[in-house]
């Protein structure tokens, strides 16, 4: 999955998964976001939102809301979803996500966007 989402990043938009998921496909996916969003909240300081990881992630902001939400990291205040990112219940999600599979090496990524013509 990292690879769709890089070249994603480099396109400039976010991605999601073709709907309806399978059981085993969201799980898929599931883990892949959990990992992803778990490391970035660990090494981000400060607040954050579920904009801003879609930004940084290419991860669709629905997508990034549900899968917070399973891992209970969302309250809601004041009319708002809220990110709690306590780092000790951040590093036990991240030992229960275990290791995710290859990474890809972006700097060896070529490819170019599509762009229609007018």
Known sequence: MDPTYELS???GKVGTP???L???GLLSYRGYWTRVLLDILKKHKGNISINELSDMT???AEDILTTLQSLELIQYKKGQ???YANPKVLDHHLK???R???EVDVSKLIWT???EQS
């Open 18 to 20: 073709e709907r309806p």
């Open 81 to 83: 979803h809220v990110i």
């Open 100 to 102: 995710g599979g290859l």
């Open 58 to 60: 290419a991860i669709k």
């Open 113 to 115: 966007p599509y762009k």
């Open 96 to 98: 229960a996500a275990g």
């Open 9 to 11: 990043k480099k396109e």
């Open 22 to 24: 399978s059981d085993l």
